[in-house]
């Protein structure tokens, strides 16, 4: 059974920063690329930043590019989401994700809250 267990989330004062993990099991972790989204209220899930597992190549939504760090540790089956200078409006769920060509696994979420 795939599970993707995020944690880190928190309350953080706008322009203070954040770290999330996501632990996986279940899955052959370096065979999947790895990406972190988000989901405000309201509003629809949006991409955050993504790392390819055969390159080590990274992809950011242009919004955090500069701000947020994607990571992965094999050895812990863990991808890491450092986020630097939170602004107010990215409160919300963070999710992390696992996908391949015919796979797609979510974790339960992290919640962010963001106060001014």
């Known amino acids: 059974q795939v599970q993707l267990v995020e944690s880190g989330g928190g309350l953080v004062q706008a322009g203070g920063s954040l770290s999330l993990s996501c632990t996986a099991s279940g899955l052959t972790f370096n065979q999947y690329p790895m990406a972190w989204f988000r989901q405000a209220p309201g509003k629809e899930r949006e991409f955050v930043a993504s790392h390819v597992h055969k390159d080590g190549s990274t992809y950011y939504a242009d919004s955090v590019k500069g701000r947020f760090t994607i990571s992965r540790d094999i050895a812990k089956n863990t991808v890491y989401l450092q986020m630097n200078n939170l602004k107010l409006e990215e409160a919300a769920v963070y999710y992390c994700?696992?996908?391949?060509?015919?796979?797609?696994?979510w974790g339960q979420g992290t919640q962010v809250t963001v106060s001014s």
């Open positions: 994700n696992a996908m391949s060509t015919d796979d797609d696994y």
